[in-house]
């Protein structure tokens, strides 16, 4: 299994264009969550879905979208970047969100500079 | 809304010696858990320790153990005999409903030889 992948792992981009990021879990999760992380800060969560075509906000979703059509893939579409977006995003996914399943595993992140 | 706080941004330890990281939360669920994770410079993050809220048993995991006071809402991470491969940023985590993280600040771990 190669458990979370991200693609690109690295990319910049100018104020105004557009992305999305990858995300793909060969785990047969149901739950799938973004997060970004700031320099020297913690992890946020943007978007979120418990299963597919269902998503929701987290803290801080202004200026992402995000789909599930697929219980593999969750991506995330920056449409007109900002500077202010400018962090390390993760992808992760959890089988369940009750007791003993609900370990979250993480993507090995993708550097998103907006210059 | 759920907040974590750790209020140690850099410890440092003697390999071999033993760090106690603090982390307080504060959460309106009756139903939760808590996570520390460990973030290397490679950026993956590593789940070290995972306790669950209504489990009074301090959770333990090789050389890393909680120290979980409820009624405080204090979940501290004990790393004994410390290693260099330790050497990372520490998080910890609520997980609540729908297992939505809310991450602390982190604590950076230096490991002296």
């Known amino acids: 299994n190669a458990g979370v992948t991200q693609t690109p792992k690295f990319r910049i981009l100018k104020i105004g264009q557009s992305m999305t990021l990858q995300c793909t879990q060969d785990?047969?999760?149901?739950?799938m969550y973004w997060y970004r992380q700031d320099p020297g800060m913690g992890l946020k969560l943007i978007y979120y879905?418990?299963?597919?075509?269902?998503?929701d906000k987290g803290e801080v979703p202004n200026g992402y979208n995000v789909s599930r059509s697929t219980t593999e893939d969750f991506p995330l579409r920056l449409e007109l970047a900002a500077p202010s977006q400018t962090s390390v995003y993760f992808c992760?996914?959890?089988?369940?969100?009750?007791?003993?399943?609900?370990?979250?595993?993480f993507g090995p992140g993708t550097r998103l500079t907006v210059l | 809304a759920q907040t974590v706080t750790q209020s140690q941004p850099e410890m440092s330890v003697q390999e071999a010696e033993t760090v106690t990281l603090s982390c307080t939360y504060d959460?309106?669920?009756?139903?939760?858990?808590l996570f520390w994770y460990k973030q290397p410079p490679s950026r993956q993050m590593i789940l070290v320790i995972r306790?669950?809220?209504?489990?009074?048993q301090n959770a333990t995991e090789n050389r890393f153990s909680v120290n979980f006071q409820k009624a405080a809402k204090s979940f501290s991470l004990k790393i004994s005999d410390s290693q260099l491969g330790d050497a990372a940023m520490y998080f910890c985590?609520?997980?609540?409903?729908?297992?939505?993280?809310?991450f602390g600040g982190g604590t950076r771990v230096l490991v002296k030889p």
């Open positions: 992760a996914s959890s089988l369940l969100a009750g007791p003993g399943s609900n370990e979250q595993f």
């Open positions: 785990m047969n999760h149901n739950y």
């Open positions: 879905s418990v299963g597919a075509g269902i998503t």
């Open positions: 959460t309106s669920e009756s139903d939760y858990y």
């Open positions: 306790q669950e809220a209504y489990k009074q």
């Open positions: 985590a609520l997980g609540a409903a729908g297992n939505k993280l809310t």
